[in-house]
């Protein structure tokens, strides 16, 4: 079989990469082990263009969320099937202070688009504190990120674009115009591996740092159509279940739930909500991060047949689609990479 492309992975970034390569008019394989960790399966697909405690506009913004809601809107129509909710976040303020800041700071040009409005009291709602009001964002809400990926798998068996299995390293040949593995010969292979990049021995030497998170699945009477975050996130899904996460933690990395993580997700939880709830599930999964909070895009530093797109982290359903397009038009037409996600920054460590 021959390709243009070889793409191992179908996480997020997998599957939004194969989807530009098939719009451009040229091929795919994808080869996938659906046993191995995908942190996909687990997230909570928020996106969120204000975020942290600090509530600022998150990095490289405009053109992020400019591309991701017609991105995928487009996928469903492809596909058929509904994974993008849009739905405003509602960060109640933690002082008057914020909120007189949030005023002034809701005409800027360049705020306005993401603010939907200001809350100055707490009419707003009864199921959170929040005394000093808050914010309620725009071109917000969240992707059902195992639906699409288990969708798009379907879509490409269906063509005949995939393969169960596990990519086995040793099986590859690099050769000058492109490259061998098994039976297929491809342009080009990209990696998006996610955390099994660790064990990539191509690219096991870019800065990753994984970071495990959990979140609960709740049941509540409670009633609301937006997303609640202030320390935790709430996503009200349907019929009263809610999805509240996540934690953050660089240490211990092992793929399993724990205790920890729910009393502090609970706790956080008490802190915010006056609803009752019931937790009714947990799940784990490890974020592909990186040392400088940026993506791994771009060529091998020897063998420019090898190309990576990974890492991710915490924002896999805002960054993958424009990264995702970007480089496609590096590999496709020599477009230039955005200098902040090119592994190049790091090619002092290869
Ligand atoms: C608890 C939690 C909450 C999150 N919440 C959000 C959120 O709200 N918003 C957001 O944007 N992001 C969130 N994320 C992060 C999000 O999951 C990631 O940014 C994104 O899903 C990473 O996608 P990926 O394709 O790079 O990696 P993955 O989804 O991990 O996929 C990697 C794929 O590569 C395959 N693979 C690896 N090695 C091989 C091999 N040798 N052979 C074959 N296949 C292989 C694996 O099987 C897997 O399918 C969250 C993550 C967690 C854990």
């Avoid at 487009?74 to 909710?85: H, P, R």
């Avoid at 409670?222 to 349907?238: D, H, Q, R, T």
Wanted: hydrophobic share 40%; glycine share 8%; proline share 5%.
């Amino acid at each position: 079989m021959q390709v243009d492309y070889l793409v191992v992975g179908q996480g997020l970034a997998g599957t939004v990469f194969c989807e530009h390569v098939l719009r451009s008019g040229k091929t795919v394989l994808v080869i996938d082990d659906p046993t191995l960790s995908n942190s996909s399966k687990v997230a909570a697909g928020l996106y969120n263009p204000i975020t942290g405690r600090k509530l600022v506009k998150t990095w490289n913004c405009d053109p992020l969320f400019e591309y991701l809601i017609p991105f995928y809107r487009s996928l469903e129509e492809k596909l058929g099937q509904k994974f993008l909710v849009e739905m405003p976040i509602y960060r109640p303020f933690p002082s008057t202070e914020v909120l007189n800041e949030w005023m002034g700071k809701s005409a800027e040009a360049s705020y306005a688009p993401y603010v939907k409005e200001i809350k100055s009291t707490p009419s707003f709602t009864d199921d959170i504190s929040n005394d000093c009001g808050g914010l309620l964002l725009n071109k917000s809400g969240y992707v059902h990120t195992d639906k699409l990926i288990s969708c798009y798998r379907e879509y490409l068996k269906a063509e005949g674009l995939f393969l169960n299995d596990k990519f086995d390293h040793t099986q590859l040949i690099i050769e000058d115009g492109g490259i061998r593995y098994k039976e297929v010969s491809a342009k080009r292979i990209v990696f998006s591996d996610g955390k099994s990049v660790q064990n990539n021995p191509h690219f096991d030497w870019l800065p990753l740092r994984p970071v495990k998170g959990e979140l609960l699945y709740i049941r509540t009477n409670a009633v609301f159509g937006v997303i609640y975050n202030k320390g935790v996130f709430v996503i009200p899904l349907s019929n009263g279940i809610c999805k509240v996460g996540a934690t953050y933690d660089n240490k211990n990395l092992e793929e399993a739930i724990t205790s920890e993580a729910k009393d502090e997700l609970v706790n956080k939880l008490k802190e915010l909500v006056k609803f009752d709830f019931e937790v009714i599930d947990q799940k784990v999964g490890i974020r592909p991060a990186t040392k400088d909070r940026k993506p791994f895009v771009g060529r091998h530093p020897k063998f420019s047949n090898l190309v990576i797109f990974n890492g991710l982290g915490a924002k896999g359903v805002s960054l993958a689609p424009f990264y995702a397009k970007q480089l496609l038009a590096h590999l496709e037409q020599g477009d230039e990479l955005d200098k902040e996600v090119n592994i190049e920054r790091f090619f002092s460590l290869f």
